[in-house]
């Protein structure tokens, strides 16, 4: 029996009990033999399903990476890759070449794979952070005998997504006591949308360290933050502390720590 047909029976459990002993015999005393098993056995770990089996997974945050796994190209790839390995099994065994080629082409998959589940887990972690930051739920700012005042003009630009506007309006304003931490959440949230996240982490920063009523907002806000740049780590650091302290957005913080499992 070729060596090739012999490990692809081992690796399939096809061999008899005193088959597999001489098998194990072998690859203890045989030193190449060993080596081909081992190239073999990458090969048929990468294209066995179990190996997939990743791609029935239902978890929320790897929904995208699964639709991408099942798709009709993906699966005419891994039956292309199997059935090749099959007819080398059967009709060419000496083309050892050809076969490094496939071997070579599974471990680009793998690698494909592994650089897709990395990319879409970033993009489900902005997806998660436009699902919790809540835009349209943010407080309306205090307008004093019903005038139309600055800071409602800024809101309007905020809900426009006129980000450097509102900012630049922000910045040309003095302080507003009475609105304070609300311009900071403001503030913040417009740099981060905006990807100034040094200038964020400075604002959420001042209202955490402030005496305002609202100060402990400033810890959500600081972790969405961290979330939208894919700091996952840091996200969870922040998370715990409010659940710990029980701070703003208890329920909503156990609930994205659940997300991010």
Request: zero cysteines; glycine letters at 2%; charged letters at 30%.
């Amino acid at each position: 029996m070729e060596d090739e047909i012999l490990i692809d029976n081992y690796l399939k459990g096809e061999l008899s009990k005193d088959e597999e002993k001489a098998f194990l015999e072998r690859l203890e005393s045989d030193i190449a033999f060993n080596e081909k098993f081992q190239l073999e056995k990458q090969l048929f770990d990468a294209l066995n399903e179990d190996s997939w089996s990743f791609t029935k997974k239902r978890n929320k945050e790897l929904e995208t990476y699964k639709t991408l796994l099942e798709s009709e190209d993906i699966e005419a790839l891994k039956d292309t890759l199997k059935s090749t390995t099959a007819s080398f099994n059967t009709s060419d065994q000496n083309n050892k070449s050809r076969r490094i080629y496939y071997h070579l082409a599974a471990a680009s998959v793998v690698v494909f794979l592994g650089f897709q589940f990395f990319f879409n887990q970033n993009v489900s972690n902005q997806d998660l952070y436009n699902d919790y930051v809540g835009l349209s739920d943010l407080p309306s700012f205090v307008s004093r005998n019903d005038e139309a005042n600055t800071l409602s003009e800024v809101q309007n630009l905020f809900e426009a997504k006129k980000y450097d506007e509102a900012l630049t309006i922000f910045q040309s304003q003095p302080d507003d006591v009475e609105n304070k931490s609300i311009v900071l959440i403001y503030q913040g949230i417009a740099q981060t949308e905006l990807g100034r996240y040094k200038e964020a982490e400075v604002t959420f920063n001042s209202l955490i360290n402030s005496d305002l009523l609202d100060a402990n907002k400033g810890y959500w806000y600081k972790a969405l933050m961290y979330l939208k740049q894919s700091r996952v780590e840091d996200t969870k650091e922040i998370l715990n502390r409010i659940v710990s302290e029980n701070l703003f957005n208890k329920k909503k913080a156990l609930d994205l720590l659940s997300e991010l499992q």
